[in-house]
């Protein structure tokens, strides 16, 4: 016997997991951070869609602060993990948020590239743009170019090596 769903009322949200997608190389190279937010952007898919009646995949309107909410976090982080999804293939800005004339904020719209896409009724099959991310070849970002930080990053340490010489180093710092 199958569950009663005409009296059920579900309130809570669920986002399909899809094990071959964990096991691209491009979601391996993601960090955790974009990893949920790209759960969060699975789910806005969804529940929008539902309750739009229609898939509204390349309208998902998102923005980093939003997002940042939504995740508990600073909103440079969001902006970080939507320019590496973008860069990894996982999500495309299809329509880049603005100030409006007046003052009414309009977020960036979303595509997500691993499912399928609605458009004039007709659907599109999703582009898998992730399974031909290679590692030194990221896609190119769109949105919030400016979050992702330039040099070395915070655990690296050759912004501590001398620069003329190229064997070990030791830094001796200044009293």
């Known amino acids: 016997m199958g569950r009663d769903t005409k009296n059920e009322t579900r309130e809570t949200q669920f986002a399909k997991w899809v094990k071959w997608e964990t096991e691209l190389p491009a ?12 759960m969060h952007f699975k789910i806005r898919c969804r529940t929008e869609g539902k309750r739009l009646k229609y898939n509204n995949n390349g309208k998902v309107a998102l923005s980093s602060r939003t997002l940042a ?23 495309v800005c299809m ?68 620069k003329d010489n190229h064997g070990p180093t030791i830094v001796r710092l200044k009293r």
């Open 95 to 162: 329509k880049r948020g603005h100030l409006g004339v007046h003052g009414q904020a309009a977020a960036p719209e979303w595509r997500l590239t691993m499912l399928a896409t609605e458009t004039n009724g007709k659907s599109r099959l999703p582009t898998y743009e992730p399974k031909y991310w290679e590692h030194g070849h990221d896609y190119p970002i769109r949105e919030y170019k400016s979050s992702q930080k330039s040099g070395p990053s915070r655990g690296d340490a050759s912004r501590f090596r001398a």
């Open 27 to 38: 979601w391996k190279a993601l960090s955790g951070n974009a990893k949920a937010a790209y």
């Open 69 to 91: 909410a939504e995740m508990g976090c600073n909103p440079r982080t969001a902006m970080t993990a939507m320019a590496a999804l973008q860069a990894k293939g996982w999500i």
